[in-house]
């Protein structure tokens, strides 16, 4: 079987029941059971949300994953889910280490390596975001950073089955920025390198009219979609747009 592009949509805190219930049900209805499509997609709503979301997905093909893990499997982190919780849910994936999380929640790639790894023994696959600073970008460091960010963020229960990397340049994610064409070959080329056959998404302002161009460039093995995947009919553009 050909490998199918990934096309995760990352709701981020975007959801309340009735948009969550109809976004679900538009999405679900547009993949015909005895249809083969070239690509498999996953969503990330709230975790709120996941129940519901997993009720309207019932039967279909498509994944669903939560946006962040706790490293422990329960006790007194109030506040808190882990990763057995979004397993026992429904999902199927979950993403770790988004960089806004690493900004915003100060985590590290030690600490995303922790809970990636407890998603693994969840049974969970993990999406493991890395990216460049604008800062770090303009002063030539992306390339380091990158790499410094996946050597210490993949932990050891890593396998091809249970692992994808997203990479998303932090500069582009919800600024209508994308990287250039020739910036995603690189990266990727780079990170293929380092992590071998983890499939490798791209993220960062990612819209119906840009996914074509992006999804058939080298080590691009499918797409992060934030702000255009709250859009049920772009969304489902951006999965169509794998398959021309
Ligand atoms: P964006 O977000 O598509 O809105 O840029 C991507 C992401 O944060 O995963």
């Known amino acids: 079987m050909p490998f199918l592009k990934l096309i995760v949509g990352n709701w981020k805190m975007n959801g309340l029941t009735a948009d969550s219930r109809d976004r679900a049900i538009k999405i679900a209805s547009s993949i015909k059971e005895n249809k083969t499509y070239p690509f498999h997609i996953i969503l990330c709503p709230p975790t709120t949300m996941l129940s519901l979301v997993a ?27 882990s990763a057995e919780m979004l397993k026992d849910v429904g999902c199927t994936h979950v993403i770790i280490g988004h ?7 100060r985590e590290t790639s030690a600490s995303v390596a922790t809970k990636a790894k407890a998603a693994h023994l969840a049974g969970l696959v ?11 970008r303009t002063s030539g460091q ?21 692992t994808v990397i997203a990479y998303e340049p ?8 994308t990287a250039s064409n020739d910036d995603i070959r690189h990266i990727h080329a780079l990170i293929r390198k380092e992590v071998g056959k983890l499939p490798i ?3 960062g ?7 074509g161009e992006i999804l058939h460039l080298p080590n691009v093995d499918g797409v992060l979609v934030g702000g255009a995947s709250l859009k049920a ?12």
Not at 170 to 177: D, E, F, S
Not at 205 to 211: E, I, L, M, P
Not at 234 to 244: L, P, Q, T, V, Y
Request: charged letters at 25%; aromatic letters at 4%; a negative charge.
């Open 205 to 211: 302002s990612v819209k119906a009219s840009n996914a």
């Open 99 to 105: 960089s806004e999380r690493r900004q915003q929640n």
């Open 170 to 177: 932090v500069w582009a994610i919800g600024t209508g920025k």
């Open 126 to 136: 993990t999406i493991i975001c890395v990216g460049e600073l604008d800062g770090e």
């Open 233 to 244: 009919e772009e969304f489902m553009e951006i999965a169509e747009a794998s398959g021309r």
């Open 201 to 203: 998404l791209y993220g």
């Open 142 to 162: 992306a390339d380091e950073v990158v790499t410094g960010q996946l050597k210490d963020s993949i932990p050891t229960t890593t396998t091809p089955e249970n």
């Open 55 to 81: 009720e309207e997905l019932k039967g279909s093909s498509i994944g669903l994953g939560g946006q962040n893990c706790h490293n422990q499997p329960s006790g007194a982190f109030t506040g808190e889910i």
